[in-house]
């Protein structure tokens, strides 16, 4: 049986002609930039995340810059945030001319350490950007009260987690601004490409929704320069199709999350992601696969060396990376996000994190496989997943 790392046709056969009705509604109306299928779709969105406004836009990238050039985020400012999420993040701020600061994560939840906050802050810090990172949410009460107590912003990176709440209150209505994609795997996903900011500040809202059309309060006068970022009305379809599903399909992530954990607890060697909050809503499952002390003994010979971590200066990924390999041959595809942390990126060279400045964020690029995990996953695939980690670990271990 081969077993996927994630699935996007079978959600469309399951939704059928009702998005089939929905999509071909939009090709035939001509309405295909602006129009009422955008702004309801925009409506039930910001309805969901409990806020008052959200503005589409064309990636859940975009959706990061739009709020930190909402929120007057620029050349000169710092923004924290972590090094442990894809590049996007970094990237956004990067792109407004600010300077992303990164601090270390936790080793158990992966999120942004907020005990390491405080230590990161200086007088050009202007904002916070939490990553709610493979759908768990970060303990906003504890964001909210450093950036009460500094006078910061704070951005939400929502990508991962559509459907996630912290503390019984959807993620993208703690901070000043979330940002949302509908990247296909993500928890949401269009087809194609697609973003949401979602914000409680009337005035933030409407600034946003200016600059994602060339900076232009009315048509063809501009006030400063803008983006051209919408969210187009065949996405805008799709989504408002899916978004009553969004409850659902998380539920079915937490089973499946829940059944990952009870069954590969107490191998020797990996460590299953730590169960969530209540509000995670598991966009991915992520194993730790420990590196062992002598490392070709106990792969028994059979372990590769990883040429991207000798090459960036990272811990040994060899156990991770030949568990992998196995798993695929035994059918099984996984994916590592992400092999390589932000603050090692070449991109980022100039920023001067050397090797082992972001120790735990370092270790865990090395050590994290994510595990088939969609709404659509038979109990039969999960059992073959099970069922082929717990003989490659077992096996692995008695070669030791
Ligand atoms: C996917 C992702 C983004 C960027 O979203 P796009 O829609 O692909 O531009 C930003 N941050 C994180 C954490 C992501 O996973």
Redesign the pocket.
Known sequence: MHVPPFSLTEQLRQLGDTLDHAVLDVLRSGQYIGGATISDFEAAFAASCGVPHAIGCN????A?VLALRGLGIGPGDEVITSSF??F??AEAISAVGATPVFVDVDPDTYLIDPDRIEAAITPATKALMP?H?FGRPVDMERIGAIAAAHGLRVIE?C??ASGASWAGRPVGSWGDAGAF???PT?NLGAAG?G?MVTCRDPELAQRIRELAVHGMPRRYLHTELGYNSRLDALQAAVLAVKLPHLPRWVERRRAIAERYQRELAGLPGLLPAAPGPEGHSWNQFVVRVLHCPAASAACGGRCTPAADSASYGLPEARCRDWLKLQLQEAGVTTIIYYPIPIHRQPAYADLGYGPGSLPVTERLCAEVLSLPIFPELSAEQQDSVIAAVRRLVGAQALAA
Not at 59 to 62: A, I, K, L, N, W
């Open positions: 990636s859940g990238t975009d990061l999420s894809f996007a993040t990553v990172l990176d990508a991962q994609s509908f990247f993500k490409d973003g």
